[in-house]
């Protein structure tokens, strides 16, 4: 990957309601035997490979579900065959070919992709954008993209950007985050932006596949270990208690 403008896309998995569990305390929550880490993955793009990724979603959509517009890719959807992808119950010829050809999308694609899954409920994958920026060979920066959750969970994203832009984060140093990132959009899902499907398609395989304590299904249709492991810009495990 070489350009000098990326795209960080942003996806999470099993995001609380922080209403809820602040009627728990932490053992309480903790010791619930369906507890769940709340997970976070950041799917980093060039610019200009957009188009071609975007191109490529497109003619998938259009062969196997050309009647449904704005389609949205949701993994867990597609893996448990229910909403829009119920039809793949019906017809396993479509159902391998669907899930194959996704596979080979995300294999194919020229993009990195981290994660963490952690059991607090902020996080913003900052600090590892900007060391992958200024890794680069040529000077490059970066925009953040996150898909609208809701009024206040929105604000909170905000403020915590806010936050990091301005004090920084770890081995950002606030000037030079502020150099390097150049700001955060918050968009609806209805956009449909490729790179925030990107970023839900590689997480929960990732979280069976990387995560020892959560290894809860076997027919995951994109493998961590033989596609994603190598896209990953940082394979150690980032469980953080």
Same mark, same amino acid.
């Given at each position: 990957?070489?350009?000098?403008?990326?795209?960080?896309?942003?996806? &999470?998995?099993?995001?609380? +309601?922080? +209403?809820?569990?602040?009627?728990?305390?932490?053992?309480?929550?903790?010791?619930?035997?369906?507890?769940?880490?709340?997970?976070?993955?950041?799917?980093?793009? $060039?610019?200009?490979?957009?188009?071609?990724?975007?191109?490529?979603?497109?003619?998938?959509?259009?062969?196997?579900?050309?009647?449904?517009? +704005?389609?949205?890719?949701?993994?867990?959807?597609?893996?448990?065959?229910?909403?829009?992808?119920?039809?793949?119950?019906?017809?396993?010829?479509?159902?391998? $070919?669907?899930?194959?050809?996704?596979?080979?999308?995300?294999?194919?694609?020229?993009?990195?992709?981290?994660?963490?899954?952690?059991?607090?409920?902020?996080?913003?994958?900052? &600090? +590892?954008?900007?060391?992958?920026?200024?890794?680069?060979?040529?000077?490059?920066?970066?925009?953040?993209?996150?898909?609208?959750?809701?009024?206040?969970?929105? =604000?909170?994203?905000?403020?915590?950007?806010?936050?990091?832009?301005?004090?920084?984060?770890?081995?950002?140093?606030?000037?030079?985050?502020?150099?390097?990132?150049?700001?955060?959009?918050?968009?609806?899902?209805?956009?449909?932006?490729?790179? =925030?499907?990107?970023?839900?398609?590689?997480?929960?395989?990732?979280?069976?596949?990387?995560?020892?304590?959560?290894?809860?299904? =076997?027919?995951?249709?994109?493998?961590?270990?033989?596609?994603?492991?190598?896209?990953?810009?940082?394979? =150690?495990?980032?469980?953080?208690?």
């Amino acid at each position: 990957m070489t350009d000098n403008l990326y795209f960080l896309f942003l996806d &999470e998995i099993y995001a609380p +309601n922080l +209403n809820d569990m602040l009627k728990f305390s932490k053992e309480e929550i903790f010791s619930r035997p369906n507890h769940l880490h709340f997970g976070i993955s950041e799917v980093i793009v $060039g610019a200009s490979s957009l188009k071609d990724i975007m191109l490529r979603s497109e003619r998938i959509k259009k062969k196997f579900y050309p009647r449904i517009p +704005n389609l949205i890719f949701h993994y867990v959807d597609i893996l448990n065959r229910k909403d829009e992808y119920s039809d793949l119950k019906l017809n396993s010829k479509k159902d391998a $070919g669907f899930k194959s050809s996704l596979a080979a999308f995300i294999g194919d694609s020229d993009f990195k992709f981290d994660y963490v899954f952690i059991d607090k409920h902020e996080l913003i994958m900052i &600090e +590892n954008f900007y060391l992958f920026l200024t890794s680069r060979k040529i000077s490059a920066r970066g925009i953040i993209v996150a898909e609208a959750r809701g009024e206040r969970e929105d =604000t909170e994203l905000r403020e915590a950007f806010k936050k990091i832009y301005y004090y920084g984060i770890g081995k950002a140093p606030p000037t030079e985050l502020r150099r390097q990132v150049l700001d955060l959009f918050i968009v609806p899902k209805k956009q449909n932006y490729i790179g =925030t499907q990107m970023a839900d398609l590689v997480l929960y395989p990732t979280y069976d596949g990387a995560i020892s304590q959560h290894h809860t299904r =076997t027919d995951h249709f994109i493998s961590y270990q033989k596609c994603l492991k190598k896209k990953c810009l940082d394979k =150690t495990k980032k469980l953080i208690p």
